[in-house]
């Protein structure tokens, strides 16, 4: 029943930056695979961006290059560092660790 908290969404301009974040306490077995996902309106939830405990990483084709997920072991988080974004890119973004529960998610809007 542990849900995420994600944080650090919110507006911004057409070709700026985004870091979210989300806390990761746990056993490796309980976080990883972790991913972050994106529901935009009228769309179904997709995964965007993937990362497993040995470090190894999956991007989707419509944010490859752009978006960055890694992890800071000291603090517990994982992130998603969001560059370059697109009026498309508006969403509720979802923080998914493995055995977690689905959170609440942070809205992010592209928009001038």
């Known amino acids: 029943q542990v849900q995420p908290v994600e944080s650090g969404g919110g507006l911004v301009q057409p070709g700026g930056s985004l870091r979210l974040s989300c806390v990761v306490s746990?056993?490796?077995?309980?976080?990883?695979?972790m991913g972050w996902y994106r529901q935009a309106p009228g769309r179904q939830r997709g995964l965007v961006a993937q990362?497993?405990?040995?470090?190894?990483?999956w991007y989707a084709d419509s944010v490859k290059g752009r978006f960055t997920i890694f992890r800071d072991d000291v603090k517990s988080v994982v992130y998603l560092e969001m560059n370059s974004l697109k009026p498309e890119d508006t969403a509720v973004y979802f923080c998914?660790?493995?055995?977690?529960?689905w959170g609440q998610g942070t809205q992010v809007t592209v928009s001038s």
């Open positions: 998914k660790p493995n055995r977690f529960a």
């Open positions: 746990g056993s490796i077995y309980s976080i990883y695979p």
């Open positions: 990362l497993t405990a040995s470090g190894s990483t």
